[in-house]
Nanobody, 122 residues
Framework: VQLQASGGGLVQAGDSLRLSCATS????????MGWFRQAPGKEREVVAA????????FYADSVKGRFIISIDNPKNTVYLRMNSLKPEDTAVYYC????????????????WGQGTQVTVSS
């Protein structure tokens, strides 16, 4: 599975962005996809995740009510709509995919895309 993330940029606090992650390869075996982020000097953390059917989702407490994850199966693409962005959302955002249900939606992702930088100015 190959993943290509896009949509990052420089925005002001309160603005919105939509990240996209296009997948290719053996996508039919994907169990779930997720978005992670890593800020300078911090560990990578899970932001949001969704199962292939779109019926089960996870959000980190820090983004609940502001971010929305969605999946478009015909396009093999997962999106992250980020609203009311804050300076603390500044990070490199990565999309990831997993084929196995072990670990649920939050852990044990096998495939990773390159990151896309999101910078939120105050």
């Amino acid at each position: 599975v190959q993943l290509q993330a896009s949509g990052g940029g420089l925005v002001q606090a309160g603005d919105s962005l939509r990240l996209s992650c296009a997948t290719s390869g053996r996508t039919f075996s994907t169990y779930a996809m997720g978005w992670f982020r890593q800020a300078p000097g911090k560990e990578r953390e899970v932001v949001a995740a969704i199962d292939r059917s779109g019926s089960s989702m996870f959000y980190a407490d820090s983004v609940k009510g502001r971010f929305i994850i969605s999946i478009d199966n015909p396009k093999n693409t997962v999106y992250l709509r980020m609203n009311s962005l804050k300076p603390e959302d500044t990070a490199v955002y990565y999309c990831a995919a997993k084929n196995l249900a072990v670990g649920g939606l939050r852990t044990r992702y096998e495939y990773w895309g390159q990151g896309t930088q999101v910078t939120v100015s105050s």
